[in-house]
Nanobody, 123 residues
Framework: VQLQASGGGLVQAGGSLRLSCGFS????????MAWFRQAPGKEREFVAR????????WYEGSVRGRFTMSRNAAKDTVWLQMNSLKPEDTAVYYC?????????????????WGQGTLVTVSS
């Protein structure tokens, strides 16, 4: 699976950005999708995840209520709508998928990663 993330940029605090991530290859396989971010000097962390089956989205606490993850009907594109952005949201954002049965909440479970897109929020 190849992933291509886009939509990052520079925005003032309180602003919005919409990230997108398109997949190609193995489109007939079921896969769980997630967004991650990694701020300078920090470890990569989950932002949101969307299981293949069901609609039980999960959001990291600091973004809940501000960020919304969605996907298209073909399940080959996901978006991350980010509103009320804060300087602490500054990071490189990655999309990733997993096609295995490993736990959904482990970063190491995700097999294919996009190249990352930089989000910078100025104060």
């Amino acid at each position: 699976v190849q992933l291509q993330a886009s939509g990052g940029g520079l925005v003032q605090a309180g602003g919005s950005l919409r990230l997108s991530c398109g997949f190609s290859g193995r489109t007939f396989s079921a896969y769980d999708m997630a967004w991650f971010r990694q701020a300078p000097g920090k470890e990569r962390e989950f932002v949101a995840r969307f299981p293949w089956r069901g609609d039980r989205l999960w959001y990291e606490g600091s973004v809940r209520g501000r960020f919304t993850m969605s996907r298209n009907a073909a399940k080959d594109t996901v978006w991350l709508q980010m509103n009320s952005l804060k300087p602490e949201d500054t990071a490189v954002y990655y999309c990733a998928v997993k096609m295995n049965s490993a736990p959904l909440d482990r970063i190491s479970s995700y097999e294919s990663w996009g190249q990352g897109t930089l989000v910078t929020v100025s104060s």
